[in-house]
């Protein structure tokens, strides 16, 4: 079965500090992997897609299949990018379903 | 350009009472369409999706169901609620095709089961 774990339910950084957000999948095909990101009182949306090999909003994600990992990236937190944040999956056989974790909050301080 | 409607915004039901929550999405043809809920601590639960009319794939046993009367449009409803409805529902819709590039969401209906 597909599933998608962000271990993490808060992550508490300053102003410049450095942000990883992990996320661990578990799926025996190929999976597509995303990142969507909440902003208070905003739709959840979009942040990047494994397959674009993108970076947005200076936040990057390596898909490690050796490690099943997807972790979000940013080497420099600034307070705007406070949000809550969800790693999804969907497979290349069955694209139409979409999993998401369990979210991790970023709380950036200044 | 597409759009996602999702009503209504909030809702207080008593146990018991039953649920009608309705999606529509405007400006593309046969979208896959999705009911998510989020609850504390669970994060974004897929209750339901659906590639074309009448054609619903549901990911939880529970006590809600869902429907597509039309293309465009999801509902997703219950006879009797439980306290344990309560949560955040979200609707979603994606491009029908062989990749998955973008889940678009609603506002989202924050029900509230007293």
């Known amino acids: 079965a597909q599933r998608v774990t962000q271990p993490e339910k808060l992550l508490s950084v300053f102003k410049g500090a450095p942000v990883e957000l992990k996320c661990n999948y578990s799926?025996?095909?190929?999976?597509?992997l995303f990142w969507y990101v909440q902003y208070s009182r905003q739709r959840l949306q979009l942040l990047l897609r494994?397959?674009s090999r993108e970076s947005i909003k200076g936040f990057t994600a390596d898909l490690n299949k050796g490690e099943t990992s997807f972790h979000l990236k940013k080497p420099f937190a600034q307070e705007e990018d406070s949000a809550m944040y969800y790693c999804?999956?969907?497979?290349?056989?069955?694209?139409?379903?979409?999993?998401f974790g369990t979210g991790t909050r970023l709380q950036v301080f200044p | 350009s597409q759009t996602i409607h999702q009503w209504p915004a909030t809702l207080v039901q008593p146990v018991g009472s039953p649920l009608s929550l309705e999606c529509t999405v405007e400006?593309?043809?046969?979208?896959?369409l999705y009911w998510y809920r989020q609850a504390a601590g669970r994060g974004l639960q897929l209750l339901f999706y659906?590639?074309?009319?009448?054609?619903i794939s549901s990911e939880v046993p529970q006590n809600l169901s869902a429907s597509r009367p039309q293309d465009r449009q999801f509902i997703l409803s219950s006879k009797k609620l439980l306290l344990s409805d309560s949560g955040f529902y979200l609707c979603?819709?994606?491009?029908?095709?062989?990749?998955?590039?973008?889940?678009?969401f609603g506002q989202g209906t924050r029900l509230t089961v007293v």
């Open positions: 400006g593309t043809s046969n979208p896959n």
């Open positions: 494994h397959i």
């Open positions: 999804a999956l969907t497979s290349t056989y069955n694209t139409d379903k979409l999993i």
């Open positions: 659906s590639v074309g009319i009448g054609q």
């Open positions: 979603a819709w994606s491009a029908p095709g062989q990749q998955l590039t973008e889940a678009f």
């Open positions: 799926y025996s095909g190929s999976p597509e």
